[in-house]
Nanobody
Framework: QVQLQESGPGLVKPSQTLSLACTVS??????????WMWVRQPPGKGLEWMGA???????QYSPSLKSRTSISRDTSKNQFTLQLTSVTPEDTAVYYC??????WGQGTQVTVSS
C-alpha cells in the first residue's frame, strides 16, 4: 500500500520561501504513470491545485502560482518537493501531497506570519 507523508516547517515568515517534502513509501515515484501533486486548502476556502510532477520528472504548475512555485524530486529519497517563494499570509493553508489514484497525505498546516 502506497502512503504519502508531508514534512516541513509549520511556520514561515512573510517574504521567505516555503519548502515541503512528500515522502512516498510502498511504491516508487518513478513508476509509470504516477502523477504527484501538491494541493492546498486555505482556512475557510476550497482546495487549490498548485502543481505536479509526473513519473518522468515533467512538471506542471497552476498559472496563478507558476511564478512562485517549483516542484522537484529526489529519487534517491523517493520524495517530491514543493517550494513556494515570496510567501504572504494568504499562503497560510493545509498543504497536501496527492496521487490521484493512490491517495492523499494527511496534510501539513503551514502558517505564514512574522
Amino acid at each position: 500500500q502506497v502512503q504519502l507523508q508531508e514534512s516541513g516547517p509549520g511556520l514561515v515568515k512573510p517574504s521567505q520561501t516555503l519548502s515541503l517534502a512528500c515522502t512516498v513509501s510502498g511504491g516508487s515515484i518513478t513508476t509509470k504513470y504516477y502523477y504527484w501533486m501538491w494541493v492546498r486548502q486555505p482556512p475557510g476556502k476550497g482546495l487549490e491545485w498548485m502543481g505536479a510532477i509526473d513519473y518522468s520528472g515533467s512538471t506542471q504548475y497552476s498559472p496563478s502560482l507558476k511564478s512562485r512555485t517549483s516542484i522537484s524530486r529526489d529519487t534517491s529519497k523517493n520524495q517530491f518537493t514543493l517550494q513556494l517563494t515570496s510567501v504572504t499570509p494568504e499562503d497560510t493553508a493545509v498543504y497536501y501531497c496527492v496521487e490521484a489514484g493512490l491517495g492523499w497525505g494527511q496534510g501539513t498546516q503551514v502558517t505564514v506570519s512574522s
